[in-house]
């Protein structure tokens, strides 16, 4: 099928509670990206996700391989999102994000793989922006055991409108072979929260880049704690 509307998506879970989204076996949802791309025929736009997630409690997505939609792999966030699962998904070959965040409280992610973006900007495996300045932020988001490889900008970019902390784990996670940078982490958060937060990455591997692996720009809250633990950085190509 196809999608004219910028809202729809493939799976949209919209102002839901305990939903859980399943693959048995090999499942693999495919959507037609090059349509999307189509400006002739469809209105520009970058939302056409496989796996939208808005305004809902509780919700866990297993054992899936995501590709070539017009918008997003996953698409998680809005003013109160909370308690989300990821696990065991490919997201690769999406038009605009591998994974695109913009508020959640309660987010873990394992054995995930956000790979091959390209198509419209920023092109990213995964982008931590939050939308909503006095919306949930990004609280106690985890990443275990996950790769972000070979998209168009960078593996991460993370930009924190938010006015409360950021509380960020990336564990055991490969970034590798993106275009144009690893890691970039472009705002780090807005106003003079009390407590700024922590974002970390503990045992992440981050290689195969020509262009800068980590980049930090616009670091506006000074006590918030930026960790690289037991990292490896390899630019050589």
């Known amino acids: 099928g196809d ?18 989204l399943r693959g048995i076996g090999k499942v693999l949802f495919v959507m037609n990206k090059k349509d999307y791309q189509d400006k002739a025929n469809y209105k520009p736009g970058e939302w056409r996700h496989t796996v939208g997630i808005q ?10 391989t995501l590709r070539s939609s017009g918008g997003d792999g996953v698409y998680v966030g809005s003013m109160d999102c909370r308690n989300v699962r ?8 999406h038009h605009r994000q591998g994974f695109s965040v913009t508020g959640v409280k309660n987010l873990y992610v ?9 198509g419209s900007a920023p092109e990213c495996g995964l982008d931590l922006e939050p939308n909503y300045k006095d919306g949930v932020g990004l609280q106690n988001v985890v990443f275990e055991n996950c790769e972000f490889k070979n998209n168009n900008l960078a593996g991460i970019y993370l930009s924190n409108n938010s006015h409360l ?3 960020i784990t990336f564990r055991d996670c490969v970034v590798k072979d993106n275009l144009n940078g690893g890691i970039g982490i472009g ?9 700024p937060g922590k974002i970390e990455f503990i045992r992440c591997r981050i290689e195969g880049h020509s262009t800068p692996s980590v980049t930090l ?5 000074p006590n918030l704690k930026l960790v690289f633990e037991d990292c490896v950085i390899d630019n050589r190509l």
């Open 3 to 20: 999608f004219k509307k910028n809202s729809d998506a493939l799976f949209k879970i919209f102002k839901q509670k305990n939903v859980t």
């Open 55 to 64: 305004e809902s409690d509780g919700v866990a997505v297993d054992n899936l």
């Open 86 to 93: 990821l696990t065991n998904l490919v997201c690769e070959d």
């Open 110 to 118: 394992k054995n995930c793989k956000f790979n091959d973006t390209r």
């Open 165 to 167: 902390p950021a509380t």
């Open 187 to 195: 705002h780090t958060a807005m106003g003079e929260p009390d407590q």
């Open 217 to 221: 720009s616009l670091h506006t809250v």
